[in-house]
């Protein structure tokens, strides 16, 4: 047993998430349904399952969505032409992209009208990745390792460097070295005492698959789990101090649970 429980960063949903849950239940309650939802408004199998059981349907595609009815794009932002797709179908459109994730469509959409190249770290495939490639597609570069920042072409223009932003600084900070090294030039805008600390979450989320690595790359044991249910994973024996920690798609209910 643990003789005491450290919750690290005990938040709840981040601004982005928790914006874009209320006008999805907004949606909910103003429209007969179903009401349509590009993408899974967040990653997290509860919040989805809950807006499924009132009616909401997620679609990846928006010409899935009958004609003339409301849609809401999800908050890791969405490519401009499937924004332009989404109002054309005539129906009522939310677009509850996350304000941070807007600052840096913003941001790709002037550095590129400047003549800049952009090195972008993100996940190839995820949904804010996709969104904000497809902003300049032409002048946007994917890398998500050194070596990725190594295989770039010559780049003769100035550079920029962006990053998606559910990625913490430490996550990518071996990529922002690769660039400045090779780039120097380039602009960019802006676990030690705890023996477990189990992330709670929701497998989608890759920022509750990624919120272990500290604590098991310096040796601590780690389990990840759901919050307090049958199917979560059971904690090893410990001693000493057990922490707890949650990414911003997880909802105070099912930390409160698992503390």
């Given at each position: 047993?643990?003789?005491?429980?450290?919750?690290?960063?005990?938040?709840?949903?981040?601004?982005?998430?928790?914006?874009?849950?209320?006008?999805?239940?907004?949606m909910?309650?103003?429209?007969?349904?179903?009401?349509?939802?590009?993408?899974?408004?967040?990653?997290?199998?509860?919040?989805?399952e809950?807006f499924?059981?009132?009616?909401?349907?997620?679609?990846?595609?928006?010409?899935?969505?009958p004609?003339?009815?409301?849609?809401?794009?999800?908050?890791?932002?969405?490519?401009?032409?499937?924004?332009?797709a989404?109002?054309?179908?005539?129906?009522?459109?939310?677009?509850?992209?996350?304000?941070?994730?807007?600052?840096?469509?913003?941001?790709?959409?002037?550095?590129?009208?400047?003549?800049?190249?952009?090195?972008?770290?993100?996940?190839?495939?995820?949904?804010?990745?996709?969104?904000?490639?497809?902003?300049a597609?032409?002048?946007?570069?994917?890398?998500?390792?050194?070596?990725?920042?190594?295989?770039?072409?010559?780049?003769?223009?100035?550079?920029?460097?962006?990053?998606?932003?559910t990625?913490?600084?430490?996550?990518?900070?071996?990529?922002?070295?690769?660039?400045?090294?090779?780039?120097?030039?380039?602009?960019?805008?802006?676990?030690?005492?705890?023996?477990?600390?189990?992330?709670?979450?929701?497998?989608?989320?890759w920022?509750?698959?990624?919120?272990?690595?500290?604590?098991?790359?310096?040796?601590?044991?780690?389990?990840?789990?759901?919050?307090?249910?049958?199917?979560?994973?059971?904690?090893?024996?410990?001693?000493?101090?057990?922490?707890?920690?949650?990414?911003?798609?997880?909802?105070?209910?099912?930390?409160?649970?698992?503390?």
């Amino acid at each position: 047993m643990c003789s005491s429980c450290s919750w690290r960063h005990p938040v709840e949903f981040c601004a982005g998430v928790e914006m874009a849950i209320k006008a999805l239940a907004w949606m909910v309650r103003a429209f007969e349904p179903p009401v349509y939802c590009y993408h899974e408004i967040v990653h997290n199998q509860k919040v989805v399952e809950r807006f499924e059981a009132l009616g909401v349907v997620f679609v990846d595609d928006v010409a899935e969505v009958p004609p003339g009815r409301p849609i809401m794009l999800s908050a890791h932002g969405s490519a401009p032409e499937v924004v332009a797709a989404a109002r054309a179908n005539g129906g009522y459109v939310v677009d509850a992209v996350c304000p941070l994730v807007t600052k840096v469509h913003h941001e790709v959409k002037t550095r590129a009208s400047k003549g800049f190249e952009i090195v972008y770290v993100g996940h190839a495939g995820h949904e804010e990745a996709a969104g904000t490639m497809a902003v300049a597609p032409d002048a946007i570069h994917l890398v998500e390792s050194p070596d990725d920042v190594a295989a770039l072409p010559v780049i003769e223009q100035p550079v920029a460097l962006l990053a998606q932003t559910t990625l913490s600084h430490r996550d990518w900070a071996g990529v922002a070295t690769a660039v400045a090294d090779r780039f120097p030039s380039c602009g960019s805008p802006a676990a030690a005492t705890c023996a477990s600390p189990p992330p709670t979450g929701s497998p989608p989320c890759w920022r509750w698959r990624r919120a272990a690595t500290p604590s098991s790359s310096s040796g601590r044991p780690t389990r990840r789990t759901p919050g307090r249910s049958s199917d979560s994973p059971a904690m090893p024996a410990a001693t000493g101090c057990c922490g707890s920690t949650a990414p911003r798609s997880c909802p105070t209910t099912c930390r409160a649970s698992s503390a």
